[in-house]
């Protein structure tokens, strides 16, 4: 039963496990008279493989949805001045393999681990996006002005391969 409409049954999907962020990246679709698309990804030029059409619209927002792997807001401005506004999920991945023997690092204290070198600077990665690298093993990550503004450092580690990429190209 609903909290709100008692005759109507109580639903979850399996999409209830979608983590949705407390603020979701915008895409924004400016479609002219032609049908050409003309597509933002927050406030950035979103480039894509040519010139998109109207037909390509659905495509691009899956793979953008994908490629963050979290929801997007989208909006559509056509050419007439009406606007559409939606929510673009992405599909969900195929469970990740379980990692071989990860261990617990958190304790009632903070966080700890061991294997550093003594004296040796140790920095906190947060993870705030996650992406899927491309066929060549590369990624490119587009993270909202305002974050990297306050945390200009950005880490990016592989989760099978291991490889680690700091901001500013050193590795």
Same mark, same amino acid.
């Given at each position: 039963?609903?909290?709100?409409?008692?005759?109507?049954?109580?639903?979850?999907?399996?999409?209830?496990?979608?983590?949705?962020?407390?603020?979701?990246?915008?895409?924004?679709?400016?479609?002219? +008279?032609?049908?050409?698309?003309?597509? #933002?990804?927050?406030?950035?030029?979103?480039? +894509?493989?040519?010139?998109?059409?109207?037909?390509?619209?659905?495509? #691009?927002?899956?793979?953008? +949805?994908?490629?963050?792997?979290?929801?997007?807001?989208?909006?559509?401005?056509?050419?007439?001045?009406?606007?559409? #506004?939606?929510?673009?999920?992405?599909?969900?991945?195929? $469970?990740?393999? +379980?990692?071989?023997?990860?261990?617990?690092?958190?304790?009632?204290?903070?966080?700890?681990?061991?294997?550093?070198?003594?004296?040796?600077?140790?920095?906190?990665?947060?993870?705030?996006?996650?992406?899927?690298? $491309?066929?060549?093993?590369?990624?490119?990550?587009?993270?909202?002005?305002?974050?990297?503004?306050?945390?200009?450092?950005?880490?990016?580690?592989?989760?099978?391969?291991?490889?680690?990429?700091?901001?500013?190209?050193? $590795?």
């Amino acid at each position: 039963m609903s909290m709100l409409n008692p005759a109507a049954p109580y639903r979850r999907d399996d999409r209830s496990t979608l983590r949705v962020p407390v603020v979701m990246p915008l895409v924004e679709v400016f479609v002219d +008279a032609d049908g050409l698309l003309t597509v #933002t990804l927050d406030r950035e030029p979103y480039s +894509a493989d040519g010139a998109l059409r109207r037909e390509d619209l659905r495509r #691009t927002l899956v793979d953008i +949805a994908s490629d963050l792997a979290t929801p997007i807001r989208v909006e559509v401005r056509e050419a007439d001045d009406s606007t559409f #506004t939606d929510i673009i999920t992405p599909k969900q991945r195929d $469970a990740e393999p +379980a990692p071989a023997a990860r261990r617990v690092l958190a304790s009632p204290f903070g966080i700890s681990g061991d294997g550093f070198t003594a004296g040796e600077e140790v920095e906190v990665c947060v993870v705030v996006a996650r992406q899927v690298a $491309a066929e060549d093993g590369s990624t490119q990550l587009r993270l909202p002005p305002a974050l990297l503004a306050c945390h200009p450092d950005v880490v990016l580690v592989g989760r099978t391969s291991g490889a680690v990429a700091l901001s500013g190209g050193a $590795a």
